[in-house]
């Protein structure tokens, strides 16, 4: 039984080693936020300033929670006349798109 115990508890750590190594961070989001998205920012230092393909795009506000095996990031944003916010998970060095607004083109 202590050798089960022991490689159980071998496991769990591995896997938890596995997923802390691998736990992406803001500059994969940004990354991904670009190529999956289509959205660009550019800070500017007082002003931030964002495309969407070549169509502006205000940025409202973003949410980040950085639990160390995953990042969970919110951003929210206007174009025209419509609010839609951008709701992604990431883990494993990919981002998992769980926003609910219909995908935008």
């Not at 490689?7 to 999956?36: F, I, Q, R």
């Not at 949410?63 to 929210?76: E, L, P, S, T």
Request: proline share 2%.
């Amino acid at each position: 039984m202590k050798n089960v115990m022991k490689w159980a508890l071998g496991l769990v750590g591995a896997v938890l080693l596995v997923l802390v190594m691998t736990c992406p961070n803001e500059e994969d989001y940004t990354k991904w936020l670009s190529s999956e998205q289509g959205v660009v920012c550019v800070n500017t230092g007082s002003d931030t300033g964002c495309k969407r393909q070549e169509a502006a795009v205000e940025w409202k506000s973003r949410y980040i929670m950085h639990a160390g095996i995953f990042i969970q990031v919110r951003d929210k944003y206007s174009e025209g006349n419509t609010d839609y916010e951008i709701k992604a998970l990431g883990i494993l060095n990919h981002f998992f798109d769980y926003s609910s607004n219909p995908n935008r083109d």
